[in-house]
Each structure stands twice: as structure tokens, then as C-alpha cells.
């Protein structure tokens, strides 16, 4: 079983999203961009497990701020009417903020018992299987009556100071519903379902050498073992006690009979004895420590703590057949492991995911290292309170092609504030080098190689970047091929965005045939590359020579040109327009 769908409405910077999710969840994009809310979000409708648990009752502040927006502006638009009592109820409560969280259940098999209770069904041929975490004023007419009270001789400049009165949060209450009824989900029903959260604030993990143990570690100790080992545990400690009391020669210690001289002194003191005070089993646990080797885990590096606090964590997930969905909730996993740790964790996540069916986890990440494991297919893109994912916006055949770049160069891609993509990395090295030598000013712009595939590319980028000041400019060759330059260039249309295209066949005609660069190339090759001059003594021999030129060469001239030695040689148009656009946001 999977939470396959989520809605989630007016939580904090998520006014409205929905997401198709898988077993598992990888979630991308810019700090605040909202991926911590849709975890925390996801699991309101569900039972909280001990672990990380979150408090169903929610707070001024997690109500979205646009609706709570929209709500005052009403307030101030029609505080006439307000006052007059001319606002029918019904129109009112259309206006008032709330917070709701569906979550469709995707059942396999046997696991349809956890969940039969929670049939909607759509337009009779449809079943799914829902809830819903709604947070809500409960009396709406209570809501209005307070309002009107307040503003009876208030004007509008004053409803701003007044805001947390004009909305109580003591107003409103929580419930969880089966949608298609309003029917509350029973406690019973949920306890199914688990729900344990591995926040981004861990670092203090084991970090001090008084710390015994971890709820994490007795957590798992307590599931690990059967009741045979628990009796060997508490056998343990009998022996113990026993070699303790034989050792400390009680007797020798508690000799009053000696001293005193009442009579038959002797025979009261020698039935006091002491007896063991046994502790429960989690007493006992608690007094483990994580170790490493033959060091506690205290002693060992931030990151090396963060690795096994996680490990452990996931490996303590209950699985049990009385258990319907344990899901995880996974905050920056990346954090303070070098890569060789990031690679080794996210095998774990994969084989954490392939071994039981009753596993879900969401994790949010800005690490190009768990897209590189797992599939792309698992991807959600977060950006300023949206979200998609990417199974939703491009097809299977485009997934694969994405999963065979290099994934850093795409987490840059969607998230640089400027961004050049070229086809082939004798663009990339001549941008970059160029701008090594831009001395006199800040630039942040990323310069990524990819040889085809821009229209898909730039679908997703406009997705992900809409409504931001991010730019993006494309750098592409001719290739006789007018088609493709029409289909690419049509996105020129958008303001952020800036295709380009050489008018000649590639780039090194391009380059020759640019202002006076012929003579000043003509002499760089003689003399940098030992080639002959009549080989090269017209534009069109020396464009030849130079695409058929091994790799190296155009090396050896990013490498010259990033080092000054080619200052005089202009940039080709199509370069340079897209270059200046990105910095200036204007397009020539």
C-alpha cells in the first residue's frame, strides 16, 4: 500500500497542490520553497507514532497567507455591510481560511482491509480510498457575530491592527473525514498507520558522552528482540546481581549483629539481605551506547553521527502484518556527508524501499547524489508553494532521457537564477573561460552542456520557474536544419528566456566569420598550433580545419582565450546577445 495522491490546501505557503506520489518521494528545490511543509503536511490526516510526532491542532501561522489575505480584504471591502449585519452567512464563510490535507490510498491485495471504510467513489466506476485532514472554524456563525462585534465602530485602518481577532485560532478545530461522507475516521482505523519524522535539526545526535543511548536505538532493540532473548536479558542481570553480592561480601558490610547487645540481635540481622531491584527492559537498553568500533559514537565526526543516527532510524521502521503504511519522513539526508557516505545512504533508501511493501518515504534533498541512485521518476519539483512531479509533465521516453545526464547539471538547471545551455562542450569551455576573465564584475551564471533535448528542457524550467527573476538563454547551432531553430526560437516570447541561434552551419564558422576575428585566428593557429597557412588562408579552409580538429584543440583555445591571449577576438553575436540578456535581463 502507498499514499498515491495528495491535495493539499492552505498550509502555510501551499495554497493549492497536487501531487502523484510514489513509494518513494524525492523532493527538490530552493530553501523556502515549501518542501518541509508538504512532509509535515502529508501526515496530518495520519495517526502520529511517538517519533517526531506533530500536533494535529495548527497554529495562526500555518494557515496560507494568501487566503488569509484574501479574508481581510473582504473584511475591508465590505465593512458597510459588516456593520449593517447585511452579510449573509453563507457568503461569509466562503470567505474564511482553512486548511485541508486528502490523501488517496492505493491498496495492494489483503492491505484493501485496512482501508474499505474509506470508499469514494467517482461517478460509480472509480474507487478510491480517501481522507481528510480539514482544520476549520467550527461555528462560522460564531465567527460573524465576533467580527461584526468588533468592527461595530471601527474604520479600515484599524482592521490591521486587529487581525489575530478578526480570525481566533481558538475558533477553529480539526477533524479527519472520509470526504465523500464527512464521516469522522475512527482512531481504530488509523492506528494502521504509522508515521515517524527524521528532521533537518539532528545534529546533536550523540553528541554528548553523557548521553546513554537514544530512543532510536532502544526503539529498535525493543523489536529486535523476541521474548526468549528478553528473558535471557533479565537471567543476565539475576547472574549479575548474584557475582555483585557474592563479590561486595554483604555480610561483611552489614554486620550490626556484631555491635549490638540485644538479645537474639544475631538472628533479626541475619535475615536482612539485599535483593535486586530489577529494572524494566528499556531501563536496562537505555544503558547502551552506540559505538563505532571500539569507540562511542560521541567521539566520532558530525557527519559519521548523522549517517548512523539515520541508518538506524530506518532500520528500526516496525514492520508487522497488523501495520497497513509505516511512513518516513526524511529532512536533507545530505547533511554533513561527504559523498562516499551520501552514495552508501542512498543504497540503503533503495533497498529500505524494495524490501517491504508497507514502507513509504518522502524525502526532501538539494543533493544531486539521490537522484543519481534513484529514479527520476520519483521526483517532485518544489518551487515557491508548487509543486509537480516529474512523471506528471513529461512522458517515460523523456524521463529516460533525463536520467542519462549528468543529475547535478540538472538540479542547476532548475534552480540557477541565470542559466546558459549549449549543445556540446566547446560552447561550454569558450562561455566559461570568457567569463573567467569578466574581472570587474559578480556573475552567477551557470553554463551547462546539453546536446539536444531544449524544448523538453525549457517546458520543465517554465514549470519550475515561473513568476521568479531566473533567466535562461540557449546557445544552439544552425545544423541546416530551420525547423528545429523555429521550434526553439518560439520561446523567445517569454520574457526569461532568450534562444539563439549561429548563422552559420556550427560555431567555428560562426567564431571565423565574426567581425575581425579570420586574420587573428588565421595567426593564432600558425603560431599556437603549428598549422600551415595555406591550409588555413580563407575563412572557409580554416572553419574546416578547426571542426575537424581533434578535441584538444578547441581545449587548448578555451584554455588560451580564458588566459587573455585572445583578448582581441569578438565573441560570435548569437553568444553575446544571450550572455548580455542574462546579465541585464534586456533583450537586444
Known sequence: MIISKVHIQGYRNLKDIKIDLNRLVIFIGENNSGKSNILKAITLPLINDEIGSVNKNLGWYDINKEQKQSYFEYIITNLDRLQKGQVEQEEFIREIPFVKVNVTFKPEGADEYFVHKWINSLDGEVTEYKIEYCFYIENPKELLEHVTKILKDKNKDFIENIKMNLLPIEMFKYSIVIPSTDEQVSYNDLINFKYNSLAAERDDFSNKNTQLGSKALVDLLHKKLNDEQKIKIEESYESFF????????????????ELSEIENAKEFFDRITLLPNIPS????????????????????????????YLLVMMNSLEISNNIALNIL?????????????????????????????RIQLFIST??????????????????????????????????????????????????????????????????????????????????????????TMLDIWLKVNENTSHRIGIIRDFDNQPNAQNNHERYNSYDNILVTTTSEYTLEPEFVKTGDNFEKLKNYFISKHSWKEEDINTPELLSDRWRGAKAGTMLRFCQDFGLNELKDISLPNHIKRVLDFLMSGVKE
Open 242 to 257: 548474584s557475582d555483585l553480592k557474592e563479590i561486595s561480601n554483604v555480610e561483611g558490610v552489614f554486620n550490626w549483629q
Open 281 to 308: 527492559i528499556s531501563s536496562l537498553l537505555n544503558n547502551v551506547r552506540l559505538g563505532v568500533g571500539d569507540e562511542y559514537l560521541h567521539n566520532q565526526g558530525l557527519g559519521y553521527r548523522n549517517l548512523v
Open 329 to 357: 519522513t526524511m529532512e536533507e539526508p545530505e547533511a554533513h556527508l561527504c559523498v562516499n557516505n551520501e552514495r552508501l545512504l542512498a543504497s540503503f533508501i533503495n533497498s529500505i524501499i524494495n524490501s517491504s511493501k
Open 366 to 455: 538539494h543533493s544531486s547524489e539521490f537522484l543519481n541512485k534513484l529514479a527520476l521518476n520519483n521526483v517532485t519539483v518544489v518551487n515557491e508553494g508548487r509543486a509537480f512531479s516529474l512523471k506528471s509533465v513529461i512522458d517515460k521516453e523523456e524521463l529516460n532521457y533525463l536520467a542519462k545526464k549528468p543529475n547535478l547539471d540538472f538540479l542547476k538547471f532548475l534552480f540557477s537564477k541565470r542559466c546558459i545551455l549549449v549543445e556540446g562542450p566547446s560552447e561550454e569551455m569558450l562561455i566559461k573561460s570568457y567569463l573567467n576573465l569578466q574581472n570587474n564584475i559578480l556573475n552567477d551564471i551557470e553554463v551547462i552542456s546539453l546536446h539536444k533535448g531544449f524544448t
